[in-house]
């Protein structure tokens, strides 16, 4: 009897100890990899070398920041740069362009204000000028600050945009590629960014004084968190 009882408490011991060794190895695994997440998460949102926009002028696209929705519910990005104008991606007022050239109307709003469109591109440079001012307002030209500085790839630029739920972004995007202007585009910036969110297209691009470069017209993500997401960026340098 006895041996039998000790048989059965040896087996017992031995089940515990495995069952011990294999919880340490579980944890320690985890462990590995919770640090492997968190020092991916890290290089993820490092990536982007460059110094961040200076203070002033980081308020000012912040405080030039607008969200524009339309009639039936789409919303985007967007900035006014000068007051009564906003400069935004022409796709997210496609429906208004579409509807008016039928008679219909779709109203815009921005910061609970009714805009119509003022002009816009062709649908390859996809971008737009919205207005709230009077019908025969002319777009202030000179009061402008497109910049003068020629982009060159490495350049770092940054945008201040509302995306969808998260309400201010801040990114710095780096350009990878130049696309020169022809007779059917202007021209177009390819940039990376550590993260691109849903809603970013419209957003306004400045250089490092603040001055206007464009706006973000598309953008491509990436489900593998090591691969940086992309997007377009349209060169604008007067409005018509």
């Not at 003068?148 to 945008?159: F, S």
């Not at 201040?160 to 309400?167: E, Q, R, V």
């Not at 590629?177 to 007779?183: F, G, L």
Request: net charge neutral.
């Amino acid at each position: 009897m006895e041996d039998s009882l000790w048989s059965v408490m040896r087996t017992i011991a031995k089940f515990v100890v495995k069952v011990l060794i294999t919880a340490i190895i579980f944890t320690i695994v985890g462990l590995i990899l919770i640090w492997y997440f968190q020092v991916g998460i890290k290089e993820l949102y490092t990536r982007v070398s460059g110094p961040p926009l200076n203070s002033e002028a980081r308020k000012q696209i912040q405080d030039e920041s607008r969200v524009i929705t339309d009639s039936y519910g789409a919303y985007g990005s967007g900035c006014e740069m000068v007051p009564g104008f906003v400069f935004t991606s022409r796709h997210l007022v496609e429906d208004t362009i579409l509807d008016a050239s039928v008679g219909m109307k779709v109203s815009l709003t921005w910061s609970d204000k009714i805009a119509r469109v003022y002009s816009y591109s062709n649908t390859t440079d996809d971008y737009a000028v919205v207005t709230t001012t009077p019908p025969g307002t002319k777009f202030p030209q000179n009061a402008m600050k497109f910049s003068a500085i020629p982009v060159k790839e490495g350049q770092i630029l940054h945008t201040f945009s509302s995306p969808g739920d998260i309400p201010d972004l801040y990114q710095k995007l780096e350009v990878v590629k130049i696309t020169p202007a022809s007779k059917d585009r202007l021209q177009t910036l390819t940039f990376k960014a550590d993260y691109v969110q849903n809603g970013i297209s419209g957003g306004c691009v400045v250089d490092e004084n603040g001055d206007f470069v464009g706006i973000i017209k598309n953008k491509r993500e990436y489900s593998d968190p090591k691969i940086m997401d992309f997007g377009e960026i349209t060169v604008i340098k007067s409005v018509q």
